[in-house]
């Protein structure tokens, strides 16, 4: 095995041509320095260098072994520039998860935004709910959780996680467009209470969120259809199967056709979004770049639900 460091000798001495430059280059002895290539030829079994006047001169064999010398040691400089950078935060993956909203809304923009301001750190990104989020983040799969606030999340004060609020926004009833509602803008939860309900399988976080806005209003849901894609649940809407409350931003980009939607009236559902890491983690550069990238993002979400409430 060739010490790398010796390889830093030899294209010193071929730079400086004695061993005496070459040395006062290396800050070492040049005693130091004749006993580094004398190892360097014993590790090779090649003569590398001759004795030229007042100098020494490359071999064929160390002209040979030079040109692989100085790929090596750029390679090396390579890695230490990289560690620096990862160091400072500015190269490195972070793996994250967060449910397919989010997605869309934070993760993906906050990618994107990290390649024009650390190019270096890039994003991998799984698609999972909420609850599975963060009990993978407490495994140590994930560097970062996407979740949604439930009955049954870790408290804000678990002391094994540090969370960031993203960002709140409301629940928006969608009907039929054939529903005897429809003439008003905003509708009460109460004036639903004899519906057929389509929405999350029971576990989901957002299934819980509905539920206790519907207990809030003096009834229990009567769901009937269940989809976690939020365009299956619009879908079975358009086609009269029920009605549904769904997250505002979840809205955007399906097709709404024969459907209405309308804001909500008194107790209100909302979908609190936060992201949560490891308690300990949250200094390490690579996070803090990735937090602040989808807390940017995230204010802008939050301007837009607030302006279309």
Known sequence: MIDPRRLRVLRAVADHQTVTASAAALYLTPSAVSQQLNALEQETGQQLLTRSGKGVRLTSAGELLLRHADAVLMQLERAEADLAAFAAGEAGEVVVAGFATGITEVL???????????????????????????????????????????????????????????????????LPAEHRALAATEISLAELAEEVWIGPYQGNPLHSVVWHACEQSGFEPDFRHHSDDFRAVVALVQAGAGVALIPRSALRGINLNSVVVRPVTGPVATRRVFAAVRNGSSGHPLVRVALAAMQEVAERVSAYEAFSS
């Open 108 to 174: 993906a923009p906050a990618s994107a935004r990290l390649r024009e301001t650390h190019p270096g750190v890039r994003f991998r990104v799984n698609d999972v709910e909420g609850d599975a989020a963060l009990q993978l983040l407490l495994d140590g799969e994930l560097d970062i959780a996407l979740a949604v606030d439930y009955r049954g999340a870790p408290r804000e004060d678990d002391a094994r996680l540090t969370r960031y609020s993203l960002y709140v926004e409301p629940f928006d009833v969608v």
